[in-house]
Protein backbone atom coordinates (compact mmCIF):
# COMPACT_ATOMS: atom_id res chain seq x y z
CA UNK A 1 0.00 0.00 0.00
CA UNK A 2 1.04 3.32 -0.97
CA UNK A 3 0.22 6.53 0.54
CA UNK A 4 0.73 10.07 -0.53
CA UNK A 5 3.51 12.18 1.22
CA UNK A 6 1.50 15.26 3.49
CA UNK A 7 2.76 18.62 2.19
CA UNK A 8 3.87 21.19 5.13
CA UNK A 9 4.66 24.99 4.59
CA UNK A 10 8.47 24.12 5.72
CA UNK A 11 10.61 21.60 6.50
CA UNK A 12 10.58 19.91 9.17
CA UNK A 13 13.04 19.09 12.16
CA UNK A 14 12.41 15.44 12.37
CA UNK A 15 12.82 14.88 8.71
CA UNK A 16 16.40 14.66 9.48
CA UNK A 17 15.98 11.21 11.58
CA UNK A 18 13.07 10.13 9.23
CA UNK A 19 12.88 10.79 5.71
CA UNK A 20 14.40 9.37 2.65
CA UNK A 21 15.99 5.50 1.90
CA UNK A 22 19.38 5.80 3.12
CA UNK A 23 20.57 3.59 5.90
CA UNK A 24 19.93 6.51 8.68
CA UNK A 25 16.20 6.99 7.79
CA UNK A 26 15.86 3.22 7.74
CA UNK A 27 17.48 2.74 11.35
CA UNK A 28 15.02 5.80 12.84
CA UNK A 29 11.93 4.46 11.16
CA UNK A 30 12.30 0.47 11.26
CA UNK A 31 13.13 0.46 15.06
CA UNK A 32 9.98 2.70 15.76
CA UNK A 33 7.35 0.47 13.39
CA UNK A 34 8.31 -2.44 15.96
CA UNK A 35 5.73 -0.64 17.91
CA UNK A 36 3.44 -0.80 15.10
CA UNK A 37 3.00 1.88 13.33
CA UNK A 38 1.96 2.50 10.01
CA UNK A 39 4.38 3.68 7.37
CA UNK A 40 2.45 6.80 6.57
CA UNK A 41 3.41 8.52 10.26
CA UNK A 42 6.85 9.19 8.76
CA UNK A 43 5.36 10.65 5.47
CA UNK A 44 6.22 13.95 6.36
CA UNK A 45 3.49 15.16 9.28
CA UNK A 46 4.91 17.10 12.30
CA UNK A 47 6.10 14.79 15.72
CA UNK A 48 5.04 16.21 18.89
CA UNK A 49 6.74 15.14 21.87
CA UNK A 50 4.23 15.00 24.67
CA UNK A 51 6.52 15.64 27.49
CA UNK A 52 4.89 13.37 30.38
CA UNK A 53 6.33 14.32 33.82
CA UNK A 54 4.19 11.39 34.79
CA UNK A 55 5.08 9.57 38.51
CA UNK A 56 3.38 7.78 41.34
CA UNK A 57 5.95 9.36 43.32
CA UNK A 58 4.70 12.88 42.29
CA UNK A 59 0.99 12.53 43.70
CA UNK A 60 0.22 15.72 42.02
CA UNK A 61 1.05 14.52 38.39
CA UNK A 62 -0.17 10.25 39.32
CA UNK A 63 -2.96 11.37 36.95
CA UNK A 64 -0.97 12.64 33.54
CA UNK A 65 -0.75 9.28 31.84
CA UNK A 66 -4.91 9.29 31.27
CA UNK A 67 -4.35 13.37 30.22
CA UNK A 68 -1.33 12.54 27.74
CA UNK A 69 -3.79 9.55 25.74
CA UNK A 70 -6.54 12.72 25.68
CA UNK A 71 -3.62 15.02 24.01
CA UNK A 72 -2.33 12.27 21.87
CA UNK A 73 -6.41 12.21 20.41
CA UNK A 74 -5.95 15.75 19.55
CA UNK A 75 -2.73 15.50 17.73
CA UNK A 76 -3.52 12.50 15.12
CA UNK A 77 -7.06 14.60 14.59
CA UNK A 78 -4.54 17.53 13.33
CA UNK A 79 -2.61 15.21 11.16
CA UNK A 80 0.48 15.17 13.77
CA UNK A 81 2.17 12.16 14.85
CA UNK A 82 2.26 12.00 19.32
CA UNK A 83 4.81 10.51 20.62
CA UNK A 84 5.07 9.97 24.55
CA UNK A 85 8.40 10.72 26.29
CA UNK A 86 8.41 10.18 30.22
CA UNK A 87 10.59 13.01 31.46
CA UNK A 88 12.27 13.94 35.04
CA UNK A 89 9.52 14.32 37.36
CA UNK A 90 10.17 16.43 40.19
CA UNK A 91 7.81 15.99 43.16
CA UNK A 92 7.22 18.62 46.05
CA UNK A 93 6.08 16.14 48.78
CA UNK A 94 8.78 12.87 47.97
CA UNK A 95 11.99 14.62 46.67
CA UNK A 96 14.78 15.04 49.85
CA UNK A 97 16.49 17.52 50.58
CA UNK A 98 13.82 19.48 48.60
CA UNK A 99 12.31 19.46 45.13
CA UNK A 100 13.81 22.86 44.24
CA UNK A 101 17.38 21.06 44.24
CA UNK A 102 16.07 19.27 41.23
CA UNK A 103 14.19 21.92 39.55
CA UNK A 104 17.50 22.64 37.09
CA UNK A 105 18.21 19.00 36.85
CA UNK A 106 15.10 18.29 35.64
CA UNK A 107 15.42 21.71 33.47
CA UNK A 108 18.52 20.03 31.61
CA UNK A 109 17.12 16.62 31.24
CA UNK A 110 13.99 17.86 29.62
CA UNK A 111 16.24 20.72 26.87
CA UNK A 112 18.36 17.25 26.06
CA UNK A 113 15.75 15.07 25.68
CA UNK A 114 14.00 18.03 23.30
CA UNK A 115 17.26 18.94 21.45
CA UNK A 116 18.29 15.06 20.75
CA UNK A 117 15.10 13.52 19.50
CA UNK A 118 13.05 14.02 16.70
CA UNK A 119 10.63 16.43 17.81
CA UNK A 120 8.98 19.19 15.69
CA UNK A 121 6.60 20.75 18.67
CA UNK A 122 6.33 19.60 22.48
CA UNK A 123 3.28 19.20 24.68
CA UNK A 124 4.33 20.11 28.32
CA UNK A 125 2.18 17.77 30.39
CA UNK A 126 3.24 19.19 34.15
CA UNK A 127 1.28 19.92 37.44
CA UNK A 128 3.26 19.67 40.52
CA UNK A 129 5.28 22.82 41.32
CA UNK A 130 8.67 22.17 39.96
CA UNK A 131 7.74 20.66 36.78
CA UNK A 132 5.97 23.58 35.27
CA UNK A 133 8.84 25.26 35.41
CA UNK A 134 11.56 23.11 34.77
CA UNK A 135 9.81 22.20 31.35
CA UNK A 136 8.97 25.44 30.58
CA UNK A 137 13.13 26.29 31.08
CA UNK A 138 14.04 23.69 28.73
CA UNK A 139 11.61 24.24 26.65
CA UNK A 140 12.90 27.97 26.15
CA UNK A 141 16.79 26.81 26.03
CA UNK A 142 15.69 24.94 22.75
CA UNK A 143 12.99 27.26 21.27
CA UNK A 144 10.75 24.68 19.56
CA UNK A 145 6.93 24.87 19.27
CA UNK A 146 6.23 24.23 22.69
CA UNK A 147 2.39 24.17 25.02
CA UNK A 148 1.71 24.05 28.55
CA UNK A 149 -1.28 21.72 29.32
CA UNK A 150 -1.47 21.60 33.47
CA UNK A 151 -2.78 18.20 35.34
CA UNK A 152 -5.38 20.69 37.41
CA UNK A 153 -6.06 21.54 41.15
CA UNK A 154 -7.70 18.87 43.59
CA UNK A 155 -11.35 18.86 44.37
CA UNK A 156 -12.12 21.10 47.53
CA UNK A 157 -11.66 19.29 50.70
CA UNK A 158 -13.81 20.04 54.36
CA UNK A 159 -13.08 18.52 57.96
CA UNK A 160 -15.98 19.42 60.70
CA UNK A 161 -17.59 21.76 58.08
CA UNK A 162 -14.44 23.91 57.47
CA UNK A 163 -13.00 24.41 53.89
CA UNK A 164 -9.51 22.26 54.38
CA UNK A 165 -6.75 23.50 51.79
CA UNK A 166 -3.79 21.24 51.08
CA UNK A 167 -0.90 22.72 52.47
CA UNK A 168 -2.28 25.96 54.22
CA UNK A 169 -4.12 23.58 56.39
CA UNK A 170 -1.44 21.43 57.22
CA UNK A 171 0.52 25.08 58.63
CA UNK A 172 -2.84 26.22 60.20
CA UNK A 173 -3.79 22.34 61.71
CA UNK A 174 0.01 21.80 62.97
CA UNK A 175 0.46 25.01 64.59
CA UNK A 176 -3.27 24.36 66.40
CA UNK A 177 -1.72 20.98 67.36
CA UNK A 178 1.60 22.58 69.31
CA UNK A 179 -0.95 25.59 70.73
CA UNK A 180 -2.81 22.78 72.51
CA UNK A 181 -6.56 23.78 70.90
CA UNK A 182 -6.35 20.50 68.32
CA UNK A 183 -5.60 17.01 69.40
CA UNK A 184 -3.26 14.80 67.13
CA UNK A 185 -5.67 12.23 67.02
CA UNK A 186 -7.90 15.35 64.87
CA UNK A 187 -4.71 15.82 63.27
CA UNK A 188 -4.98 12.80 61.90
CA UNK A 189 -8.43 12.69 61.03
CA UNK A 190 -8.08 15.62 59.05
CA UNK A 191 -5.45 14.14 56.96
CA UNK A 192 -7.58 12.31 54.66
CA UNK A 193 -9.31 15.48 53.86
CA UNK A 194 -6.40 17.63 52.45
CA UNK A 195 -6.00 15.47 49.42
CA UNK A 196 -9.06 13.59 48.12
CA UNK A 197 -9.01 13.99 44.93
CA UNK A 198 -6.05 13.66 41.66
CA UNK A 199 -4.66 16.91 41.25
CA UNK A 200 -2.30 19.27 42.88
CA UNK A 201 -2.98 21.68 46.04
CA UNK A 202 -6.57 23.25 45.81
CA UNK A 203 -4.85 26.44 47.34
CA UNK A 204 -2.95 29.08 45.53
CA UNK A 205 0.03 27.43 45.66
CA UNK A 206 2.88 26.94 43.89
CA UNK A 207 1.40 24.32 41.46
CA UNK A 208 -1.69 26.57 40.93
CA UNK A 209 0.06 30.22 40.21
CA UNK A 210 2.74 28.58 37.82
CA UNK A 211 -0.24 26.89 36.22
CA UNK A 212 -0.90 30.68 35.81
CA UNK A 213 2.07 31.97 35.11
CA UNK A 214 2.09 29.58 32.11
CA UNK A 215 -1.68 30.96 30.98
CA UNK A 216 -0.80 34.62 31.74
CA UNK A 217 2.63 34.31 29.51
CA UNK A 218 0.63 33.27 26.79
CA UNK A 219 2.08 29.20 26.84
CA UNK A 220 -1.09 27.89 27.83
CA UNK A 221 -4.48 28.08 26.41
CA UNK A 222 -7.11 30.57 28.02
CA UNK A 223 -8.85 28.79 30.40
CA UNK A 224 -6.50 25.87 31.85
CA UNK A 225 -5.30 26.93 34.81
CA UNK A 226 -8.30 26.69 37.78
CA UNK A 227 -9.85 23.44 35.84
CA UNK A 228 -10.40 20.90 38.51
CA UNK A 229 -8.15 17.81 37.86
CA UNK A 230 -11.19 15.45 38.09
CA UNK A 231 -13.60 17.87 36.15
CA UNK A 232 -14.22 16.05 32.28
CA UNK A 233 -13.39 19.65 30.56
CA UNK A 234 -9.36 19.42 31.92
CA UNK A 235 -9.85 16.15 29.42
CA UNK A 236 -11.09 18.51 26.40
CA UNK A 237 -8.21 21.03 27.23
CA UNK A 238 -5.39 18.39 26.94
CA UNK A 239 -7.41 17.21 23.56
CA UNK A 240 -7.54 20.49 22.32
CA UNK A 241 -3.79 21.41 22.99
CA UNK A 242 -3.31 18.31 21.04
CA UNK A 243 -5.02 19.90 18.23
CA UNK A 244 -3.06 23.29 18.67
CA UNK A 245 0.69 22.25 18.39
CA UNK A 246 0.56 21.04 15.28
CA UNK A 247 -0.98 24.03 14.07
CA UNK A 248 1.73 25.69 16.13
CA UNK A 249 4.22 23.80 14.75
CA UNK A 250 2.97 24.95 10.93
CA UNK A 251 3.29 28.19 11.96
CA UNK A 252 6.84 28.23 13.47
CA UNK A 253 5.34 29.17 16.92
CA UNK A 254 8.68 29.34 19.37
CA UNK A 255 8.76 29.99 22.91
CA UNK A 256 10.96 32.92 21.42
CA UNK A 257 8.19 34.57 19.68
CA UNK A 258 5.34 34.23 23.12
CA UNK A 259 7.55 34.77 25.79
CA UNK A 260 8.64 38.42 25.54
CA UNK A 261 9.06 41.33 28.44
CA UNK A 262 5.81 42.35 28.09
CA UNK A 263 4.27 38.54 28.31
CA UNK A 264 6.78 37.93 31.78
CA UNK A 265 5.21 41.69 33.16
CA UNK A 266 1.77 40.56 32.10
CA UNK A 267 2.87 37.22 34.47
CA UNK A 268 3.64 39.59 37.25
CA UNK A 269 0.63 41.86 37.74
CA UNK A 270 -1.17 38.68 37.01
CA UNK A 271 0.94 36.90 40.52
CA UNK A 272 0.01 40.22 42.22
CA UNK A 273 -3.65 39.64 41.55
CA UNK A 274 -4.46 36.34 42.35
CA UNK A 275 -1.79 36.66 45.41
CA UNK A 276 0.46 33.98 44.09
CA UNK A 277 3.04 31.98 45.35
CA UNK A 278 6.72 33.85 46.13
CA UNK A 279 7.85 30.99 44.26
CA UNK A 280 6.85 32.63 40.86
CA UNK A 281 9.47 35.33 41.34
CA UNK A 282 12.42 32.91 41.38
CA UNK A 283 11.09 30.29 38.78
CA UNK A 284 9.93 33.17 36.19
CA UNK A 285 13.22 34.77 36.44
CA UNK A 286 14.98 31.44 35.96
CA UNK A 287 12.89 31.22 32.79
CA UNK A 288 13.09 34.87 31.35
CA UNK A 289 17.20 33.91 31.69
CA UNK A 290 16.60 30.86 29.32
CA UNK A 291 14.66 32.90 27.17
CA UNK A 292 17.29 35.72 27.07
CA UNK A 293 14.59 38.33 28.54
CA UNK A 294 16.56 40.93 31.25
CA UNK A 295 13.68 40.51 34.10
CA UNK A 296 14.98 41.41 37.25
CA UNK A 297 13.59 41.86 41.22
CA UNK A 298 13.43 45.53 40.59
CA UNK A 299 10.55 44.28 37.73
CA UNK A 300 8.74 42.26 39.78
CA UNK A 301 8.37 45.43 42.48
CA UNK A 302 7.71 47.65 39.64
CA UNK A 303 5.30 45.57 37.89
CA UNK A 304 3.13 44.35 41.12
CA UNK A 305 3.46 47.20 43.30
CA UNK A 306 0.09 49.25 43.09
CA UNK A 307 -2.20 45.81 41.63
CA UNK A 308 -4.79 44.62 44.16
CA UNK A 309 -5.29 41.51 45.01
CA UNK A 310 -8.65 40.41 43.73
CA UNK A 311 -8.67 36.51 44.34
CA UNK A 312 -10.01 35.29 47.29
CA UNK A 313 -8.09 32.23 47.78
CA UNK A 314 -6.86 30.69 50.33
CA UNK A 315 -3.82 30.82 51.66
CA UNK A 316 -4.25 34.61 51.37
CA UNK A 317 -8.67 34.50 51.53
CA UNK A 318 -11.46 32.03 51.84
CA UNK A 319 -12.29 29.51 48.54
CA UNK A 320 -10.05 27.01 47.03
CA UNK A 321 -9.22 26.17 43.03
CA UNK A 322 -13.12 24.69 42.76
CA UNK A 323 -14.69 28.28 43.28
CA UNK A 324 -12.01 29.78 41.33
CA UNK A 325 -12.97 28.07 37.85
CA UNK A 326 -16.83 28.08 38.59
CA UNK A 327 -16.23 32.05 39.15
CA UNK A 328 -14.28 32.27 35.83
CA UNK A 329 -11.02 31.24 36.30
CA UNK A 330 -7.88 33.53 35.28
CA UNK A 331 -9.52 35.26 32.12
CA UNK A 332 -10.97 36.70 34.31
CA UNK A 333 -8.39 38.58 36.34
CA UNK A 334 -6.69 38.70 32.88
CA UNK A 335 -9.78 40.53 31.90
CA UNK A 336 -9.63 43.06 34.79
CA UNK A 337 -6.15 43.81 34.56
CA UNK A 338 -7.40 45.02 30.63
CA UNK A 339 -9.54 47.09 32.49
CA UNK A 340 -7.14 48.17 34.74
CA UNK A 341 -4.84 49.33 32.00
CA UNK A 342 -1.89 47.48 33.35
CA UNK A 343 -2.40 44.65 30.45
CA UNK A 344 0.19 44.34 27.75
CA UNK A 345 -3.05 43.92 25.59
CA UNK A 346 -1.48 43.01 22.30
CA UNK A 347 1.12 40.27 23.91
CA UNK A 348 0.66 36.74 21.57
CA UNK A 349 -0.87 33.51 23.28
CA UNK A 350 0.17 30.17 21.59
CA UNK A 351 -3.52 30.21 20.78
CA UNK A 352 -2.11 32.66 17.97
CA UNK A 353 -4.08 35.31 19.36
CA UNK A 354 -3.66 37.97 21.55
CA UNK A 355 -4.33 38.19 25.12
CA UNK A 356 -6.79 40.61 24.87
CA UNK A 357 -8.76 38.83 22.18
CA UNK A 358 -8.95 36.24 24.48
CA UNK A 359 -10.31 37.58 27.15
CA UNK A 360 -12.28 40.86 26.56
CA UNK A 361 -15.80 38.90 26.31
CA UNK A 362 -15.50 36.70 29.49
CA UNK A 363 -17.73 36.63 32.71
CA UNK A 364 -17.43 37.17 36.43
CA UNK A 365 -19.74 34.84 37.89
CA UNK A 366 -19.00 35.25 41.41
CA UNK A 367 -17.77 38.96 42.62
CA UNK A 368 -16.63 37.58 45.91
CA UNK A 369 -14.20 34.94 44.54
CA UNK A 370 -12.73 37.18 42.48
CA UNK A 371 -13.72 40.67 43.81
CA UNK A 372 -14.19 43.83 42.62
CA UNK A 373 -10.67 46.49 43.13
CA UNK A 374 -12.71 48.22 45.71
CA UNK A 375 -13.30 45.24 47.57
CA UNK A 376 -9.80 43.83 47.32
CA UNK A 377 -8.14 41.89 50.08
CA UNK A 378 -5.20 44.28 49.33
CA UNK A 379 -4.61 47.10 47.18
CA UNK A 380 -1.03 46.56 47.12
CA UNK A 381 -0.67 43.40 45.98
CA UNK A 382 2.45 41.88 44.52
CA UNK A 383 5.44 40.30 45.77
CA UNK A 384 7.22 43.32 47.22
CA UNK A 385 11.42 43.51 47.14
CA UNK A 386 12.98 44.68 50.08
CA UNK A 387 16.66 45.86 50.18
CA UNK A 388 18.91 47.27 52.84
CA UNK A 389 22.25 46.11 54.54
CA UNK A 390 20.56 42.69 55.61
CA UNK A 391 19.32 42.24 52.18
CA UNK A 392 21.52 44.17 49.39
CA UNK A 393 20.57 42.37 46.48
CA UNK A 394 17.18 41.78 47.74
CA UNK A 395 14.79 39.92 49.73
CA UNK A 396 10.92 39.08 49.23
CA UNK A 397 7.79 39.58 51.29
CA UNK A 398 3.78 38.67 49.92
CA UNK A 399 1.50 41.39 51.56
CA UNK A 400 -1.71 39.51 50.98
CA UNK A 401 -0.42 36.57 53.46
CA UNK A 402 1.08 39.24 55.87
CA UNK A 403 -0.06 40.59 58.88
CA UNK A 404 -1.01 44.40 58.33
CA UNK A 405 0.21 45.17 61.81
CA UNK A 406 3.77 43.41 61.37
CA UNK A 407 4.21 45.20 57.85
CA UNK A 408 6.08 48.27 60.22
CA UNK A 409 8.86 46.63 63.11
CA UNK A 410 11.24 46.62 64.72
CA UNK A 411 12.72 43.15 66.97
CA UNK A 412 15.58 41.53 68.87
CA UNK A 413 17.08 38.98 66.31
CA UNK A 414 16.86 35.38 67.52
CA UNK A 415 19.18 33.58 65.29
CA UNK A 416 19.15 29.61 64.22
CA UNK A 417 22.21 29.21 62.18
CA UNK A 418 20.46 26.06 60.22
CA UNK A 419 17.09 24.47 60.23
CA UNK A 420 18.53 21.61 62.39
CA UNK A 421 19.64 24.49 64.85
CA UNK A 422 15.66 25.88 64.68
CA UNK A 423 14.57 22.08 65.01
CA UNK A 424 16.78 21.52 68.06
CA UNK A 425 15.91 24.85 69.92
CA UNK A 426 11.96 26.03 68.53
CA UNK A 427 9.90 24.31 71.14
CA UNK A 428 12.41 24.58 74.20
CA UNK A 429 10.13 26.36 76.84
CA UNK A 430 13.78 28.21 77.68
CA UNK A 431 14.50 29.80 74.46
CA UNK A 432 14.42 33.65 74.90
CA UNK A 433 11.82 34.96 72.49
CA UNK A 434 8.27 36.47 72.44
CA UNK A 435 5.98 37.98 70.09
CA UNK A 436 8.06 41.23 69.60
CA UNK A 437 11.01 39.17 68.42
CA UNK A 438 12.27 38.42 64.76
CA UNK A 439 13.09 34.79 64.21
CA UNK A 440 16.28 34.58 61.83
CA UNK A 441 17.06 31.69 59.90
CA UNK A 442 20.73 30.97 58.26
CA UNK A 443 22.00 28.71 55.76
CA UNK A 444 18.91 27.71 53.97
CA UNK A 445 19.37 29.11 50.41
CA UNK A 446 20.30 27.59 46.67
CA UNK A 447 23.77 26.83 48.48
CA UNK A 448 23.16 26.22 52.05
CA UNK A 449 20.43 23.87 52.30
CA UNK A 450 21.41 23.11 49.44
CA UNK A 451 18.36 23.87 47.33
CA UNK A 452 16.68 26.42 49.34
CA UNK A 453 14.16 24.33 50.95
CA UNK A 454 10.58 25.87 51.57
CA UNK A 455 11.56 26.27 55.66
CA UNK A 456 11.02 30.13 55.42
CA UNK A 457 7.88 30.12 57.39
CA UNK A 458 9.27 28.83 60.43
CA UNK A 459 6.47 27.77 62.51
CA UNK A 460 6.10 29.62 66.32
CA UNK A 461 7.15 28.05 69.71
CA UNK A 462 4.84 27.08 71.49
CA UNK A 463 5.37 29.45 74.01
CA UNK A 464 4.12 32.30 71.76
CA UNK A 465 1.22 30.14 69.95
CA UNK A 466 -0.06 29.57 73.37
CA UNK A 467 -0.41 33.41 73.96
CA UNK A 468 -3.04 32.98 70.73
CA UNK A 469 0.15 34.67 68.40
CA UNK A 470 0.04 33.73 65.36
CA UNK A 471 2.63 35.74 63.09
CA UNK A 472 6.16 37.31 63.71
CA UNK A 473 8.44 38.61 61.59
CA UNK A 474 10.78 36.05 60.03
CA UNK A 475 13.99 36.19 57.87
CA UNK A 476 15.51 33.96 56.02
CA UNK A 477 17.62 32.77 52.77
CA UNK A 478 15.17 29.89 52.10
CA UNK A 479 11.63 29.72 50.16
CA UNK A 480 8.33 29.44 51.74
CA UNK A 481 5.38 27.03 50.50
CA UNK A 482 3.19 28.98 48.42
CA UNK A 483 0.21 27.42 50.22
CA UNK A 484 1.60 29.08 53.42
CA UNK A 485 1.29 32.49 54.62
CA UNK A 486 2.79 35.04 57.40
CA UNK A 487 4.92 38.07 57.43
CA UNK A 488 8.10 36.40 56.07
CA UNK A 489 11.13 38.08 54.40
CA UNK A 490 12.25 35.14 51.77
CA UNK A 491 15.33 34.87 49.49
CA UNK A 492 17.89 36.88 51.44
CA UNK A 493 20.31 37.78 49.10
CA UNK A 494 23.60 36.73 48.61
CA UNK A 495 22.34 34.08 51.09
CA UNK A 496 24.37 32.91 54.44
CA UNK A 497 26.51 29.92 52.32
CA UNK A 498 27.64 32.59 49.69
CA UNK A 499 28.79 35.40 52.77
CA UNK A 500 25.84 37.23 52.43
CA UNK A 501 25.11 40.22 55.55
CA UNK A 502 23.00 37.03 56.65
CA UNK A 503 25.40 35.04 57.81
CA UNK A 504 26.97 37.45 60.36
CA UNK A 505 23.19 37.89 62.18
CA UNK A 506 24.00 37.71 65.92
CA UNK A 507 21.45 37.06 69.07
CA UNK A 508 19.87 40.14 70.20
CA UNK A 509 20.92 42.26 67.31
CA UNK A 510 17.78 44.87 66.16
CA UNK A 511 16.52 44.13 62.93
CA UNK A 512 14.30 46.97 61.29
CA UNK A 513 11.46 45.70 58.32
CA UNK A 514 10.00 48.59 56.65
CA UNK A 515 7.47 47.34 53.54
CA UNK A 516 5.82 50.57 52.27
CA UNK A 517 9.80 51.97 52.20
CA UNK A 518 10.73 48.62 51.06
CA UNK A 519 13.69 48.75 53.53
CA UNK A 520 15.30 45.35 55.25
CA UNK A 521 17.90 46.86 57.84
CA UNK A 522 20.49 45.30 60.15
CA UNK A 523 21.08 48.04 63.08
CA UNK A 524 25.15 47.48 63.33
CA UNK A 525 27.54 49.92 62.19
CA UNK A 526 28.94 49.39 58.38
CA UNK A 527 32.42 49.13 60.82
CA UNK A 528 31.34 46.00 62.49
CA UNK A 529 29.24 44.32 59.27
CA UNK A 530 32.79 44.74 57.89
CA UNK A 531 34.41 43.27 60.88
CA UNK A 532 32.11 40.04 61.03
CA UNK A 533 32.35 39.34 57.20
CA UNK A 534 35.49 39.60 57.58
CA UNK A 535 35.33 36.63 60.12
CA UNK A 536 33.16 34.62 58.64
CA UNK A 537 33.54 31.18 57.83
CA UNK A 538 31.11 29.02 55.94
CA UNK A 539 28.77 26.57 57.76
CA UNK A 540 26.92 25.07 55.46
CA UNK A 541 27.06 21.22 54.12
CA UNK A 542 29.61 21.16 51.50
CA UNK A 543 29.46 18.06 48.90
CA UNK A 544 31.84 16.64 47.60
CA UNK A 545 30.54 14.90 44.26
CA UNK A 546 27.59 13.80 42.73
CA UNK A 547 25.12 16.01 41.09
CA UNK A 548 25.04 18.04 44.64
CA UNK A 549 28.32 18.95 43.97
CA UNK A 550 27.32 20.55 40.86
CA UNK A 551 24.75 22.15 41.81
CA UNK A 552 26.88 23.78 44.57
CA UNK A 553 29.30 24.52 42.25
CA UNK A 554 27.32 26.39 39.70
CA UNK A 555 23.87 27.54 40.87
CA UNK A 556 23.39 31.14 40.88
CA UNK A 557 21.72 33.57 43.82
CA UNK A 558 17.72 33.67 44.03
CA UNK A 559 17.67 37.39 43.16
CA UNK A 560 18.64 36.04 39.83
CA UNK A 561 16.26 32.66 39.74
CA UNK A 562 18.90 29.92 41.23
CA UNK A 563 19.66 28.93 37.73
CA UNK A 564 22.64 26.86 37.38
CA UNK A 565 24.98 29.45 35.20
CA UNK A 566 26.47 27.36 32.91
CA UNK A 567 22.13 26.68 31.81
CA UNK A 568 21.23 30.18 31.07
CA UNK A 569 20.42 31.71 27.24
CA UNK A 570 18.83 29.99 24.59
CA UNK A 571 21.24 27.10 22.74
CA UNK A 572 18.62 26.65 20.11
CA UNK A 573 17.87 23.08 18.65
CA UNK A 574 20.42 22.73 15.84
CA UNK A 575 20.53 18.78 14.53
CA UNK A 576 23.51 17.02 15.26
CA UNK A 577 25.58 14.87 13.21
CA UNK A 578 23.92 10.95 12.61
CA UNK A 579 25.92 8.62 14.84
CA UNK A 580 24.95 6.02 12.73
Keep these: MTFKPAKWPRDLRSRKWFAGTHKDAIYHRGWMKNQGLPPDLFDGRPVIGILNTWSELTPCNAHLRDLAEKVKYGIYEAGGFPVEVPVFSVSESAFRPTAM ?135 VMAHLTGRRIVQMVKDDLKPSDVMTKEAFENAIRTNAAIGGSTNAVIHLLAIAGRVGIDLTLDDWDRCGRDVPTIVNLMPSGKYLMEEFFYAGGLPVVIKRLGEMGVLHKDALTVSGETMWDQVKDVVNHNDDVILPADKALTQSGGVVVLKGNLAPKGAVLKPSAASPHLMVHRGRAVVFEDIDDYKAKINDEALDIDETCVMVLKNCGPKGYPGMAEVGNMGLPPKVLRKGITDMVRISDARMSGTAYGTVCLHTSPEAAAGGPLAVVQNGDMIELDVPNRRLHLEVSDAELAARLAKWQPHHERPDSGYAWLHQQHVEGADTGADLDFLKGCRGNPVGKDSH
Design 101 to 235: MFRNLAAMQVEEAMRGQPMDGAVLLVGCDKTTPSLLMGAASTDIPSIIVTGGPMLNGYYKNERVGSGTHLWKFSEAVKAGEMSKEEFVEAEASMSRSPGSCNTMGTASTMASMAESLGMALSGNAAIPAVDSRRR
